[in-house]
């Protein structure tokens, strides 16, 4: 068993080409997905999604909304706070090896520091974190373009959930289960610990 999971987080218009460094530009999570998967079958085991009140830019800009479909509406209804949303996503993968495409980790360590008040702490050790976006492009040359939720579409198939927006979290897990099947189907290992 593994997980799989996906980050959508704060952004305005340029900030990824600029890396984020304009004022107040702050990388706060505001969505977590993940899947769990059976090892052997890459079947779905279970589904986990949450929002994320941002606390630093309590107020998602329009470029963000445009992208994800997560509006500031969704956010008060349906939102928690980090720590909350961590210790959830932290109790979803019990441990297991927790794959993502891209530095997703990184994300989870700045959320850590700038979220989570200093007298408190998760109520779970973190699981062993793998980004298997190197090794995905590196053995499928032409993932090296895709991100997370063009990589099914990209190889040529239609992750589960097909018309859901390309930057939901979930249906980016999706996505990348279907890379993996795809390098099942041509004899490659899974991922790699490096």
Avoid at 11 to 20: I, L, R, S
Avoid at 25 to 31: A, N, W, Y
């Amino acid at each position: 068993m593994f997980v799989i999971y996906d980050l959508e987080f704060t952004t305005w218009e340029g900030a990824q080409d600029c890396g984020w460094i304009g004022p107040g530009e702050f990388l706060e999570i505001v969505q977590i997905g993940a899947i769990r998967v059976a090892s052997e079958a890459l079947s779905v085991d279970g589904e986990f999604e949450v929002l994320v009140k941002p606390r630093r830019n309590p107020q998602v800009s329009g470029f963000f909304h445009e992208l994800t479909g997560i509006g500031n509406g969704d956010i008060e209804a349906r939102g928690t706070d980090f720590l909350d949303a961590f210790n959830q996503f932290l109790k979803f993968c019990d441990g297991s090896y927790s794959l993502s495409y891209g530095n997703d980790m990184v994300i989870f360590g700045e959320n850590i520091i700038l979220q989570i008040p200093p007298d408190r702490v998760p109520d779970l050790p973190l699981p062993p974190f793998v980004n298997i976006r190197p090794y995905v492009n590196r053995v499928l040359p032409v993932t090296r373009e895709l991100n997370a939720g063009r990589l099914g579409e990209g190889l040529g198939r239609m992750p589960a959930g097909g018309g859901a927006a390309k930057h939901d979290a979930l249906h980016d897990c999706y996505s990348i289960l279907e890379a993996l099947r795809h390098l099942r189907e041509q004899g490659l290992p899974l991922f790699t610990v490096e």
